[in-house]
Structures are given as C-alpha cells and as structure tokens.
C-alpha cells in the first residue's frame, strides 16, 4: 500500500538549518510529484513547496523562498526539505503528501500524507 | 491571512445538511480545480473532495462538492458525530505559482 513517512524534526535554535526527509514506498515514486505542507501549533495548513517528478520544476511559498530547498532522490524513493535560516514562525508540524496524478505539477490534489514530523525552533 | 477565505466554524445537529463554502478570485478557483481535506483531530490531512466534486474511494457519500465561478462549497447531508474535524478547501494560484489553502472550517456536531 502507498504509505509515506516523515523524519528529522527536531528542536533547533534560530539561524539554524536541518534537514526532513519523506520515505515513500507503494508506488512508482519517479513518476509523482510531491509537497511539503506544514501546520503551526493551533493553526491551519501552510503550503510550503513542491517539486515535479522529474526534480525540474520546484516552486516556493513567498515565506520559505531563499531558506527552504525541496530535492528527491528518485533512486532511494526519498523526498527532502532543507531548512536553513530557521526562524521562530517555521515551528510547525510538517508534512510531505504525493501528488495523485503522474506528471502533474499544477496541482491542489495531494490524495496520500505522512502523519507528519514536528519542527521546533526556539532557543 | 488566506487567500482562500473559508468560514471559521459551522455547526449543525446530527442528520442535518450542513455546508462550508470557499471564496477565491480569477486566479485560482476560478482557473483551477478545488479539493477538499478532512482533518480528524489529532491526525494528517485526508483527500475528501477532488477535481471540484469527485469522491475518493471510501469516502461517504454524504459529501458532495461543487464550484461556481471564483467559490466552491463542501456539503455534508446527514451530519454525523464523526464528521467532527477541520475542513479545507485547496486550489493552485495562477499568479502566485503556489497552492493555496483555506483558512480551514472547524465542524461541529452539536
């Protein structure tokens, strides 16, 4: 069954970087698209990224462009977010979901989520 | 602040029609699908609502969506206690290159 899993949250101190990564597994993960959407403490869902099946196409939220680089690696079925210059607003849960449709970039339809794996910055 | 501007809360009585509507412009409900999630508390976003008014598999029938224009709605007939949760509506942004999402409708069975 399609399943992916989050991991590397961790508590961070501001200005610093970490690194989460998005096992996917179930499914031919080269050939979808992915997400990363993060959920602050209380708060609703924040779109954070998304890159194409290929790795060609990525695109930002206006508050994460410059900090956050989203990357896979299609040969270990892995997506990444790469944080850096952590701020106290990006303590969040986050989550990375699968696009549902193969090649499809420009999309709102992410039909399978990770429980997700909470980010904390705070000194 | 959303871009996609969604009720903070409804509420309704067990068996009741209740709907949670979503307001966009020309550059994303109006140029694009909208989808809907359920957020159970405590649990990851699910699917709900596809392509404007598809159903995932396993989803009830009792929820049906539809889009008009620059908004969309998410209805649920025949309200239950478990249909408590978090509801969003989504859609890309022609002009800002992005998904947005609603500002999130808490549901309450009352």
């Known amino acids: 069954q399609v399943q992916v899993v989050e991991s590397g949250g961790d508590v961070v101190q501001p200005g610093r970087s970490l690194r989460l990564s998005c096992a996917a597994s179930g499914f031919d993960f080269s050939s979808f698209g992915m997400e990363w959407v993060r959920q602050a403490p209380g708060k609703g869902l924040e779109w954070v990224g998304i890159?194409?099946?290929?790795?060609?196409?990525?695109y930002y939220s206006e508050s994460v462009k410059g900090r956050f680089t989203i990357s896979r690696d299609n040969s270990k079925n892995t997506l990444y977010l790469q944080m850096n210059s952590l701020r106290a607003e990006d303590t969040a849960m986050y989550y990375c979901?699968?696009?549902?449709?193969?090649?499809?970039?420009?999309?709102?339809?992410?039909?399978?989520w990770g429980q997700g794996t909470l980010v904390a910055v705070s000194s | 602040q959303s871009v996609l501007t969604q009720p903070p809360s409804v509420s309704g009585t067990p068996g009741q029609r209740v709907t949670i509507s979503c307001s966009g412009s020309g550059s994303n409900i109006g140029s694009n699908t909208v989808n809907w999630y359920q957020q159970l508390p405590g649990a990851a976003p699910k699917l709900l609502i596809y392509s404007n008014y598809q159903r995932p598999s396993g989803v009830p029938g009792r929820f049906s969506g539809s889009k008009s224009g620059t908004s969309a709605s998410l209805a649920i007939s025949g309200l239950q206690s478990e249909d408590e949760a978090d509801y969003y509506c989504?859609?890309?942004?022609?002009?800002?290159?992005?998904?947005?999402f609603g500002g999130g409708t808490r549901l309450t069975a009352l």
């Open positions: 989504a859609a890309w942004d022609d002009s800002l290159n992005a998904v947005l």
């Open positions: 890159i194409s099946y290929d790795a060609i196409y990525k």
């Open positions: 979901a699968k696009v549902s449709s193969p090649g499809t970039l420009v999309t709102s339809n992410f039909d399978y």
